[in-house]
């Protein structure tokens, strides 16, 4: 729950990128703004450059001191008029080699004098020449500028590169270039959001549907992504999981019929082998044949045994398996058990020892199968130890549990063995269990009665120093 809090939704990501898209497009607008204030200031200062724009930028109050060298470069020139209406100076290529200039010339120059961007398309430009003109109040004299217009066209307009129509077009191009740089910065950044992570989930789905279920996604992301990638993990963790467990359900499939087939050959072999024998040779004598029979029937009895625990065994394996609980009181159920043992431990010189209490312990459990678990304990220790050994068996109820204790200090089962001694077919000594009749699978039905019945079994142990089996029910 506090992870779902924690997480940060692919919607907050969305918004994220929206802000960012809006920052940037606020940033585009900035730079646009200055990039047209620049440009026109650029126009502004480019216009104010020409002497047709400013003709007071050339004015000096010597007229003979007026510099001439734009005018004259564009085959333009002066001409100095005092306030008599006389020329008094001119410099410069004349028009036609004229001194004075017509009314109509000087109408133009009043005209041009108003327009601040000449025009030279309009009609009362017809003249050849455009003309500006400027008045030194100080000196009391005026300064006519006469330029070609062919001159003004080629070269002024071209110096001038900007106009009205040129600068919105640049701007827009400008504007339309930071707008797609824009947009392909902002692209990116959310591409990497999404794109990105999408990769790498394909990438490493990819993997698991290839078989390598060893496969992770590593991915950084808070987000739905995140989630997915946790899925993901989990899902290919399960997967590998179940592949180890079936590969290893099938390996003790293997081993428990390669197992079978063995522990069930020398019997049968025997049996085989003795009965062919009684068959062919009819006459010899009562005892011999007896003899015979006998090995026939303790083969026969240990065949019967394997299969008789295997069955068991395999039941308890099924899922079908149903336990027959009853409410019964544990402690005089183990008194019971105990009690139909005791000849057998005093047969071989056992000293045994009981602590069981008085009030009785109510509990959930299999009466027939949980003495069978027992007795397989019980059994083992007097199979497996030499006479003189100590057996001591309690019960205790702590808290909710039950806790049953088989304890003896015979020959114990070694260190090595130990984590697989509830396995089927473990045997500490080969020898001494085909001695003792023992199928290997005595304390794999008791592991798989008691974690039937939801319990517990553990093993201590140790070589000569004898064996002690703790077996914890829950009592609810
Ligand atoms: P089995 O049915 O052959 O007795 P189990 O599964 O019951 O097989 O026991 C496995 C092995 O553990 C036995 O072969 C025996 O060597 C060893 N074992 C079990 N209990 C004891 C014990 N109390 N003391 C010494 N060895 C034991």
């Known amino acids: ?19 960012l898209l809006y920052v ?41 001191d007026i510099n001439t060298t734009e005018i004259e470069k564009l085959n333009g020139f002066i001409e100095i008029i005092d306030n008599n209406n006389k020329v008094i100076y001119t410099k410069g290529k004349l028009k036609e080699d004229k001194t004075n200039l017509s009314l109509e010339d000087f109408n133009l120059i009043i005209e041009n004098n108003y327009i601040n961007y000449p025009e030279i398309s309009k009609p009362h430009f017809c003249s050849d020449y455009m003309y500006r003109s ?6 009391g004299f005026m300064m006519i500028i006469a330029i070609p217009r062919e001159s ?35 692209s990116r950044v959310s591409s990497k959001n999404f794109v990105r992570p ?28 995140g989630e997915l990638r946790d899925a993901f993990n989990t899902m290919a963790e399960r997967i590998e999981l179940e592949k180890t467990l079936k590969e290893k359900s099938e390996e003790a499939r293997r081993r428990l019929i390669l197992d079978i087939s063995h522990d069930l050959k020398n019997p049968l072999a025997n049996i085989i082998g ?35 625990d295997l069955f068991e065994f395999s039941k308890l394996q099924s899922i079908d398996f149903m336990l027959t609980m009853e409410n019964k009181d544990i402690c005089e159920f183990l008194r019971s058990i105990i009690a139909s043992y005791i000849p057998q431990m005093e047969e071989k010189g056992f000293q045994y020892d009981f602590d069981i209490p008085e009030e009785s ?29 100590q057996i001591y068996i309690s019960v205790k109820a702590i808290k909710d549990k039950v806790i049953i204790t088989l304890q003896d200090n015979g020959i114990g089962i070694p260190k090595e063995l130990q984590r697989n001694i509830f396995d089927p077919f473990v045997r500490v000594d080969e020898a001494r269990n085909s001695k003792s009749g023992g199928t290997g ?36």
């Open 441 to 476: 699978l005595g304390l794999a039905i008791t592991k798989s009665i008691i974690e039937k019945h939801g319990g517990t079994i553990s093993i201590e142990s140790d070589t000569g120093k004898g064996t002690k089996f703790t077996i914890e029910l829950n009592n609810l």
């Open 134 to 139: 400027a008045y030194n109040k100080e000196k």
């Open 361 to 389: 312990i109510f509990l959930n459990f299999d009466e027939k199968n949980l003495d069978r678990a027992l007795s397989n304990l019980i059994l083992n220790s007097i199979k497996y130890n030499p006479p003189n050994t």
């Open 274 to 308: 003795y009965s062919d024998f009684l068959i062919k040779n009819q006459e010899i004598s009562k005892e011999e044949r007896l003899m015979y029979l006998n090995v026939i029937q303790s083969n026969s009895l240990r065949a019967n045994n394997l299969i008789t």
């Open 198 to 225: 999408l990769k790498i989930l394909i990438d490493g789905a990819q993997k698991i549907s290839e078989g390598d279920y060893s496969a992770r996604i590593f991915l950084k992301s808070k987000n739905e992504f």
């Open 152 to 186: 003004v066209k080629e070269v002024y307009l071209k110096e001038r590169k900007l106009n009205p129509k040129y600068f919105t077009i640049l701007s827009i191009c400008t504007c339309t270039f930071i707008l797609f740089v824009g947009f392909i910065i902002y």
């Open 24 to 64: 940037i497009m606020t940033v585009i607008l900035i730079i646009s703004l200055i990039t047209t204030l620049m440009l026109g200031i650029i126009l502004y200062l480019n216009n104010q450059n020409s002497v047709l724009d400013n003709p007071y930028s050339i004015m000096k109050d010597d007229y003979r």
């Open 1 to 19: 729950m506090i992870m779902k809090n924690k997480r940060k939704k692919l919607a907050n990501l969305l918004l994220k990128n929206y802000i």
